[in-house]
């Protein structure tokens, strides 16, 4: 195991009826004027912004609202944000929404404070090295922004989508009542446990040695969201399948699974590039790449294919290593299926033809290197689109 430290300090406000807390809380972490920033429709449409208002009125806090935020947030609405919130002098980012509202709440929070533009931080020309406090009412378990330093922003000029990580940015306070789950549409439900589970996955394929703590939770909590996500799909409004789900969603990426091994990453890098040319689901691009990666990688480790394909998926270790690491990434993608997620390009809207493009984004972002578990250049990466194509 490698030398680590970690701090993942969030407060995590958890359960039904936990919305009413959101004003004393506000006051707990020093916001006295917050810049309240949501999706399109979801929030008015619950209630639940209405509620929010109401509970800030009633505890004299003075806000502002910004909604509008949309899936694979866009630097455009971060700029806004940064000047409302500026012009407002607000002390306090509230975001209430999925992984994108979050992540757009978190750019504006460093923004803010920053004195040039924000997208420097994207481009690695500075570091965040302040901001204003920033806390989530979740709505869609998925990113596992609520619990994560990191922040995913799309550059709309040539289209590049980043990410950065910053302990400035961790929220301070996350409130999570699954109850507010339960109007997600199945695809949402579905995309979001896909890239739980990819969370999980891009930390458990390692070449790091003597990580069996790690191992064995980052197996349970597999084996736990693959058992909620097959309730949920029968029956969505299941509580206790909700609020496994949405506790999955954050230990899954607060960083607690990734501690003390080499974590991997090259999966997320070629599904942004997906998500930033059609502007699709980031968890249904997963769901595509995860097991095409697998697939081409699986024989620089094959002993931790192995692990994945007895312990996930129960797989009897009858057989060469090959045809049992096979058979689990076989399982994973089978369960995909399973629960209505695209695994191909043609299911996902995407087109062999653009496989070009794709590698051209992917080159800037990733300056032509991605991966740890296998280090893959361009031409590993062309591959990879190849089998999920
Ligand atoms: O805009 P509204 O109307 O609110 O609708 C949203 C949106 O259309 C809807 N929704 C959210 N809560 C709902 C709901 N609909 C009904 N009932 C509810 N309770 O869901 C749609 C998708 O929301 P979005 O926030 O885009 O989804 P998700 O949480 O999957 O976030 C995806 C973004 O997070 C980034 C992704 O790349 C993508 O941009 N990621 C962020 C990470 C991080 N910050 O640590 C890590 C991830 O790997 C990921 O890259
Ligand atoms: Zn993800």
């Known amino acids: 195991m490698n030398n680590f430290r970690f701090c993942s300090p969030t407060e995590f406000i958890f359960g039904k009826n936990t919305i009413c807390k959101v004003a004393q809380l506000v006051k707990q972490y020093g916001g006295s004027k917050v810049l309240i920033h949501y999706g399109n429709k979801s929030a008015k449409k619950s209630g639940l912004l209405t509620q929010i208002e109401n509970c800030f009125q009633n505890e004299f806090i003075e806000y502002v609202k910004l909604g509008g935020v949309q899936p694979n947030p866009i630097d455009e609405l971060v700029y806004k944000g940064i000047e409302l919130g500026r012009k407002e002098k607000v002390n306090f980012i509230l975001a209430i929404g999925g992984g994108s509202v979050i992540d757009s709440a978190k750019a504006i929070a460093a923004g803010i404070l920053y004195n040039g533009d924000f997208w420097n ?88 040695q003597g990580v069996d703590i790690t191992d064995r939770m980052c197996e349970s909590i597999l084996l736990s969201i693959i058992h909620s996500a097959k309730t949920l799909i029968r029956e969505p409004e299941n509580y ?79 057989g060469s290593k090959k045809e049992i690491a096979l058979k689990g990434i076989h399982a994973l993608k089978d369960f995909f299926s399973s629960i209505k997620l695209p695994i191909n390009f043609e299911q996902l809207g995407a087109q062999k033809s653009d496989i070009d493009k794709l590698i051209d984004t992917l080159k800037i972002n990733t300056k032509g290197k991605l991966g740890n578990f296998l280090l893959l250049d361009m031409n590993d990466a062309r591959a990879i689109y190849e089998i999920a194509a």
């Open 121 to 208: 931080f994207f481009e690695g020309i500075v570091t965040i090295n302040h901001a204003l406090p920033i806390a989530t009412v979740l709505t869609l378990p998925a990113a596992g922004s609520e619990g994560s330093p990191n922040t995913v922003i799309t550059k709309t000029d040539g289209m590049l989508k980043r990410g950065i990580g910053s302990s400035f940015i961790r929220p301070v306070f996350s409130i999570m009542d699954p109850v507010l789950t339960f109007t997600l549409p199945t695809c949402q439900t579905v995309y979001g446990i896909a890239d739980m589970m990819a969370h999980v996955m891009e930390r458990y394929f390692t070449q790091t």
């Open 240 to 318: 206790d399948a909700r609020a496994n789900i949405m506790w999955a969603s954050t230990i899954a990426h607060n960083g607690i699974c990734g501690v003390g091994r080499e974590e991997d990453w090259a999966t997320h890098a070629l599904e942004h590039e997906l998500s930033a040319l059609y502007n699709i689901a980031h968890g249904a691009g997963l769901a595509v790449m995860f097991p095409a990666w697998m697939q081409y990688v699986y024989t620089a480790g094959i002993d931790r294919f192995v692990q994945f394909a007895t312990r996930v998926w129960n797989i009897e270790n009858i």
